[in-house]
Structures are given as structure tokens and as C-alpha cells.
């Protein structure tokens, strides 16, 4: 917890929930007639509504993205290190929206919430939500705040993807998109990850088909395997060798099937956290999401195609060890805006740490991406009001 | 199953049991009483035992390394492509010994077979082996063979590994290593790979504790999430991408939770079959013994002093695209062996197989491959006779 808030915090934060009444018909065909959005703010909108900056989650993010929600917190949102007054994304210019999307466990309508036809909650029948979906609510969002369009919507991972989707979705409604450690469309190498992990957590007996709440348990053996899955992933091989190496737990081997590696014990511990705190269900959702985004599909494939839609200006970055999300995959969508003639600066930002960089407070990245934010602030249209 | 068998195969070979009465003390302290060893030969022992070569498996290989049980068989030995008369161990001028390992589930002792002392399968009580023991053991199988020193002791990925340990624990009896797709220990990350498979198994409910056998079944669903994911990190991103793609099992999206990519559906099928043929018990074993092999451990983390025990010439082969088992870690293994003064040739070979490249008949690796193993024949020596 902090002794007290850091000058540098957006501070004490407090979530908020809208209710949307009008249905939302989903990419798959189903619609859903209701739902919820919980989102935070940060900052101070300005007079005509043109400094908003929407930060888009990745697979296990929420909209708790900066700031505290108590002094008992023991630690803020989870990319406080570039949201706050100062920093990369300043509060002290932007107002910035962080919401969880649909299908998400943080408090918008996902699994976990109740089903206002049945009463209970949806659990396995909440729909299978895409990206596009995301966006769209998003937008929907955007409307009830009276943000016609934002300064910059940014995000990491399967954030970025939501970033492109948003330039291509509504070209008009956003001013700058940043695409941080993303792809155009998840690899088959990717997409075999998320169905290993998917597998481990539809096997665990305790999943009953996605209907574990009905049995008052949790599938918690196989979210946490999931979890030690992709939490492996997101690190590169030099991270986890400088961390961890070969060192064991005991110092000795037991010959036992125990964790003996400091490497098999941190995963575990990670895994656990996990496991508890995240609904195995919304892991599902989001990992399908993951496999299903391709915008350029209805575009003959044609990533240059796609992209001529967007109106807005591009930052792209990408980290030399991240391998799940690899620097190739960012030249490939910044190699597509340039052929599509769009305005984009690109980065490839030296790192260790895998594809958790994007979350880590690594100094030249924050420089590159706080200098393109300025950008952004100077282009603030000035004068009018709503 | 081979209509005819092929000119140049091995043929129908017959397995061969030993059963060794001499205990062997394990690296674990733990002591086997007694155990069985199954083999196979290809090729004629000449009059002096010169010609032999040892093929070491790999995690889920055996020893049926070439040729054909039965004219039923529908494919030959794991090995076919690299063994037999005119291959690059050419069984016209080797006397080749192949063998399933100690923990083994294909003959030798392990966790299915009979544990003397209780009369019951041994399960999880066979003891953890560790590469040393299984080179300890190939060494009291070259006894009874009358084989003093192999002509060659050969072998890919924890293969590779044994063969390592081969030429610094009995120096004088090998007089070539060919160390394929391996490395001098396992990284963090591979060892995390590893936790994460066991942990499949391990959590399976049908696993009871390793003792499924005495319950009437199996983990297979353990066992089938271990492989996918042992098998997707076998592969190279490269490999998928060309092999499936993001193509699509029904040719649309189904917004479903069961497999919609090709990808997924390989996995699944390759998943199911490994978990109905091979034991979890071993599966658990042999992966332990690969976190656990690092011989330089022994002598200060300096592999070049390890090394300076060998006495035999060296080949040491990598596939660019292996990420488990990567050319770097080749690598490491070549300079430490140039830097102890050691008879050393080695070639990164361009493939785009990821891991399984060791076992593939890729023309520039076989050519490599072969050409050493003509040197080695020329090295054997002739004349005399036991």
C-alpha cells in the first residue's frame, strides 16, 4: 500500500458503471440486448471534449489502468508506470478513459455477471465477443461521454489490436492510434499457445463445461496452468535466464517431481495468483478474441487495403525480445500503413523482458512513447467548446 | 504398412531383452537391484567390435530406431531415414545397437514394468533417472554385447545429451560423438516448458499420484495437453505458418470453444494419439532427466574443463529454426570443445522444422551427417579379431 500517494499518481480513483440499454448485435450473430461498462477516468476533459485518450486492455487487464483505489492498494493499476500527471499518457493534458470490455470479470457484463434472462449468472452462454465488438461498445462509450473523438486510443497486446480495429472502425473518431507490442493477426504458433492453454482450463474437471459457479467451485488447477503457460511466454528465454537461471529452491536437486527450480516455483506462485483472482470463463473469451482478429480478412487479406481506411496517424513499437508478439509482426502492420500512405513512426525498443515490456517502465521506451504523446497534445484542436 | 520393404531399410528386426542382475546405484543415491534393457541390432558385429555404433533416444523415443516389426507395421523405426544399408549410419559398415532407456515404457525397466520387490508395477515409485545412469547402464549393455568401444555413440536432442555425457564418462570407449540438436544444459525456459507439461499431468485426476495404473486408467488427458504443448515448441513459428496457416477446419468461424483452426486440430489429433501409446509415469521422468543434465556442474559451471576429460572427435549439428534447443546452444557446446583442445566439426543446418529437424531427411543435414559417418567407418580399426 502506499504511506502516501506518489506526486506522480492520478491518485485515488473510483470506478464507474454504465448501463447500455440499446442491444448490441456481436460479430458472431447473437446480439446481446444489455450490458454493462465499468470504466475509470483520469485527468480533466476539456471544454470541447477533444484531450480524451482511450487505453485499450490486453488478455488479463482491466479498467483499473492507473492511481489507487484505496490506501490499503498495495499497488496502483497496471500501467500506472505511463499514466499520471508527467508521465507518458499526462494527465495534467488528457483526460483518459480505461474501461474492462465485455466478456471481461472486473465489472462489465461478461460470465460472471447475471444474465438478466435467466437470472443467473451467464457463465458458459455469455457470447463469444471479437474485437470489433469491443470497439464498438467503445464507441458506444465514447458517445455517452460526449467524446466525438479521441486525441489517442492506445493499447498493448490485444490492445493494439483494439487500437487498429478503432482506425479502420472509425476513421473519423480518433486522431492518433498507438499499437504497442501487437500483430495484424495472431500466427498459428500463437494460436496453438492460447488452444494449449484453453485445453488446460476445459479439462479441469472443476470447469463443468463453464458452469462452475452453478457448482460452487473453480476451475482453479487449470486457470493457474494456463496462467504458468502464458506467463512463460510473455517472457523471453535471456529474462528468464538473467532472473532465474538454473538456481534451485533448496539449493540441492531432490530427485523429486516437486519444484526444484527457483523458475518451477515463481510460475507456480504466479500461476496460483492467478488463478483466484481471474474468471476462467472471461480467459476463454479473451483468448478467442486473440485468435479471431484479422481485420484484413474482409479485405482479400490485404493488410495495405485495410488500412487505407484509417484517417488517423500511427505510433508503432515493438520490443527485440518479445516473441510472442514479435518485432516482425509490428514491421508488418507498419510496412502496411507506409504502402497505405498513412502517417506512422515506428520503434523497436531494446529489452529483455519478452512481451511484458509493454507493461514495464523501461526508460526509452517511456521517452519515445511520452515525446509521440506530445505529438498528440499539440495537436489538441484549441478555441470552440462543446 | 510397407508392401515391400524397402532396399534400402534394415527390414524385420526382433527386439532383444537383457537382464541385468548387477544393482545399479543411481545418481539419485537410490539403488535398482535389478533391470531389463531392450534393444535392437541392425548391421553385422565385425570379427574385433570395432564397427558398433550407439543411437540414444530422445524424450519419447525408443528402441525401435529402423526397420520393421512386421510386414504390418504402417511406418518403419523413428530413426528410418538416417539408418540402414547406403544411409548415413550405413548399416553395411555399422554394427548399430539401439535401446529404450531405463524409466522407459517400450521394454526396458520403468514405471509400467513389474517391480520385483512388491509384484506389482512399479508406477511412481521407479526412481528418477538421470542421463548418467542411462549412459552407466548402455555401458553394462556394450559388456554384455563385447562391444570395448563404440565406433560412434550418436544422438539428438536429450540424446545429444547422453552422448555428451558418454565422452566424458568413459572417455576411452567412444571414439566419435554426434551431439545433434542439443545442448549443455537446459535453459529456465526450457525447464519451464517442462513444469508446465508435468503439470498437466500431474493435475490430471485420473493421474491418482502416478499409481493410475493400480486404478484401472490412465491420465490421458494429462498426457494429451503435455504433448500438445511439447510438440507445438518442437515445431518452428515458421513451420506452422506454412504448414496451417490461419486456415480454418470448416472454412468459417464458428464462435465456438471446440477447435476452429486447422492448427488446433493437428495439435488435438497429435495430442491423442502420443497419450494412448506412451506413459505418464516416463513422460514425467524423462523430462526430469532433461532439467537435471548439466555436467559441467561437476566442475565449477566450466563446461571447457568438463570437456577436456573426452577423448573422442566430435560433430555437432543445429537446424537454424530449433528454438527449444537452439543453434546457440550448439554453440556453446563447439566452443567450449575448441577451447579444451578437442577434435571438433560442426554445421548449423538451414531448416525451417524447428526441433523436429532432428529427425527429419532434410538433403544438407544427411549429407553432413553422412559424410562424417564414412570417417568414422574409415577410423575403424582392422585386423586382429577378439
Redesign the interface.
Known amino acids: 500500500m502506499p504511506e502516501q500517494i506518489p506526486n506522480d499518481s492520478v491518485g485515488l480513483v473510483t470506478p464507474q458503471i454504465h448501463h447500455f440499454d440499446q442491444p448490441l448485435t456481436l460479430?458472431?450473430?447473437?446480439v446481446l440486448p444489455s450490458y454493462d461498462l465499468v470504466y475509470e477516468t483520469y485527468g480533466e476533459l476539456n471544454a470541447d471534449k477533444s484531450n480524451a485518450v482511450l487505453i485499450c486492455h490486453a488478455l488479463s487487464g482491466d479498467h483499473h489502468a492507473a492511481g489507487y483505489h484505496s490506501m490499503e492498494d498495495n499497488k496502483p493499476g497496471w500501467w500506472d508506470s505511463a499514466i499520471g500527471p508527467g508521465k507518458a499518457i499526462d494527465t495534467n493534458r488528457f483526460f483518459v478513459v480505461a474501461l474492462n470490455n465485455l466478456g471481461g470479470c472486473s465489472g462489465s457484463s461478461g460470465p460472471i455477471s447475471i444474465n438478466p434472462d435467466s437470472g443467473k449468472p451467464w457463465g458458459p452462454e455469455f457470447?463469444?465477443v471479437a474485437v470489433r465488438d469491443w470497439v464498438t461498445s467503445q464507441a458506444r462509450l465514447a458517445d455517452v461521454l460526449g467524446i466525438q473523438q479521441w486525441a489517442a486510443v492506445v493499447g498493448g497486446s490485444l490492445g493494439g489490436m483494439q487500437v487498429l480495429r478503432w482506425s479502420i472502425q472509425y476513421p473519423e473518431r480518433l486522431r492518433h492510434a498507438v499499437v504497442i507490442a501487437s500483430a495484424p493477426?495472431?500466427?498459428?504458433?500463437n494460436?496453438?499457445?492460447n488452444?494449449?492453454a484453453?485445453?488446460?482450463i476445459?479439462?479441469?474437471?472443476e470447469f463443468h463445461d463453464g458452469n462452475y459457479l452453478e457448482h460452487n467451485t473453480l476451475p482453479k488447477?487449470g486457470l493457474?496452468?494456463a496462467r504458468?503457460?502464458g506467463h512463460?511466454t510473455y517472457?523471453s528465454?535471456d529474462a528468464?535466464?538473467q532472473?532465474?537461471?538454473?538456481e534451485l529452491k533448496e539449493g540441492k536437486?531432490n530427485?523429486?517431481?516437486a519444484?526444484?527450480?527457483q523458475?518451477?516455483s515463481y510460475?507456480h506462485y504466479q500461476g496460483e495468483k492467478f488463478s483466484t483472482r481471474f474468471d476462467a470463463n472471461t480467459y476463454?473469451l479473451m483468448t478467442?478474441a486473440l485468435?479471431?482478429f484479422?481485420p484484413a480478412a474482409d479485405y482479400d487479406n490485404d493488410l495495405v487495403q485495410c488500412l487505407s481506411h484509417a484517417r488517423c496517424e500511427f505510433l508503432v513499437l515493438s520490443f527485440t525480445t518479445d516473441?510472442r508478439f514479435s518485432p516482425e509482426r509490428s514491421q508488418e502492420i507498419v510496412d502496411a500503413l507506409i504502402h497505405a500512405d498513412k502517417n506512422v513512426s515506428y520503434a523497436c525498443i531494446e529489452s529483455d523482458n519478452g512481451h511484458d515490456a509493454f507493461l514495464l517502465p523501461i526508460p526509452r521506451y517511456l521517452d519515445i512513447f511520452s515525446a509521440y504523446m506530445q505529438r498528440v497534445a499539440a495537436d489538441i484542436p484549441t478555441g470552440g467548446g462543446a
Not at 27 to 30: C, L, V
Not at 202 to 205: E, G, H, M, R, T
Not at 243 to 246: A, L, M, N, Q, S
Open positions: 460479430r458472431s450473430g447473437r457470447p463469444i493477426k495472431l500466427s498459428a504458433q494460436i496453438a499457445f488452444e494449449v484453453r485445453q488446460a476445459a479439462k479441469d474437471p488447477t493457474m496452468q504458468m503457460l512463460l517472457l528465454d528468464m535466464k532472473k532465474f537461471g538454473r536437486l530427485y523429486s517431481f519444484p526444484e527450480f523458475v518451477e510460475l476463454m478467442k485468435d479471431y484479422d516473441w
